[in-house]
């Protein structure tokens, strides 16, 4: 492997004169963090593209530290806009990861919040909860989900504006110890930027999660069972082909979060199946096999209620 940096002589001793970006990307361990993010998820093309990308100015900005060439460390502040079930929490993690190993934080550990973690309920109460997770998020990325639930305007006398002040302070005054990621649907975070323009000018990544496709969907739910030790057989396969057809166009289909629901209800049934109709010992294919009958009994596939799909 070539060597990541040459060294020429300096004022202070040996400094480098050229960097090997490409030594840099595999030794500092981003093309590990890069490789597991796209074997882990399915799809999310353009998420994993400015991943790729944030990763390439944060080696290029780190070569340049090095060399001595006027810098400013970047602004890692992002936002995550998407649906639910795509996503934004596992890449949130790989983040972490990314920024730890090229040492833009000191920690790599994600602290993962939601207005209640932050928010208290009487006055006085807002900053220390607040404090007391930055605190724990230092050295770290602080992922807060639903972000745009952490002020009420209809609520005069909500406490969630204290904690968005304490929020923007941190953000702007320790940015080199922490990174925050805004998480929440696209529409409502469009809004919370619009009513919260402190937190605009110091989110420099926004990146869109898309929904998954039918076929992106099968997938998961495939890498799903097996991580399970169970599998569709070619007719449950092509139920379940059919059922992630007519789930996504129900209420409250939350992508990949859907999809382990209905899996799970599926082994239910199947382990309901099983019990009933054995009569003797029963082998590990059947066992670990999900077939048409669990997926089809779904409500999903009934003209009548869709109660048991929409809640989840």
Known sequence: MAEAVSMRPGVDGEVPSTIDLRAEYVESGVKDVLEELDNSLIGLAPVKQRIRETAALLLVERARK????????????????????????TVALRMADLLHRLGYIRKGHLVSVTRDDLVGQYIGHTAPKTKEILKKAMGGVLFIDEAYYLYRQENERDYGQEAIEILLQVMEHQREDFVVILAGYADRMDRFFESNPGFRSRIAHHIDFPDYTDSELLRIAEVMLAKQNYSLDVAGRAAMEQYIALRRRQPHFANARSIRNALDRARLRQANRLFETSNGSIGADALSTIVAADIRASRIFNSGTMQEEAAS
């Open 66 to 89: 090095r060399l001595g060439l006027a810098h400013e460390t970047p602004t890692l502040h992002m936002s995550f806009s998407g649906n639910p079930g795509t996503g934004k929490t």
